[in-house]
């Protein structure tokens, strides 16, 4: 069963930073690619930055060059930096798993993130 476990999400100024984990299990972390999206109150849930099996980035504009995300095979564990966080950054994070079929298949639950101004 695959599990993808967020966390690290709270509640932090602006300009502050934070860094999300998510630990994955049942799946072979190595042969994934994993993503962040993320979902503030009535929006749709959207793309934040990818990491292929590989280990290039790629990411949505907003997202350049204050979040960073990265991966640890060793530890099946894929992350997501944050940095100079804006009110607007308030959101549900959610990791997801491509399962090695190219589309995001498998979900996490999500971990909250509030930035007050």
């Known amino acids: 069963q695959v599990q993808l476990v967020e966390s690290g999400g709270g509640l932090v100024q602006a300009g502050g930073s934070l860094r999300l984990s998510c630990a994955a299990s049942?799946?072979?972390?190595?042969?994934?690619?994993m993503g962040w999206y993320r979902q503030a109150p009535g929006k749709q849930r959207g793309f934040v930055a990818g990491i292929t099996r590989g280990g290039s980035p790629t990411y949505v504009d907003f997202a350049k060059g204050r979040f960073t995300i990265s991966r640890d095979n060793a530890k099946n564990t894929v992350y997501l930096q944050m940095n100079s966080l804006k009110p607007e950054d308030t959101a549900v994070y959610y990791c997801a798993a491509d399962g090695g079929l190219g589309y995001f298949g498998h979900w996490g639950q999500g971990t909250q993130v509030t930035v007050s101004s």
């Open positions: 049942g799946i072979i972390f190595s042969r994934n690619a």
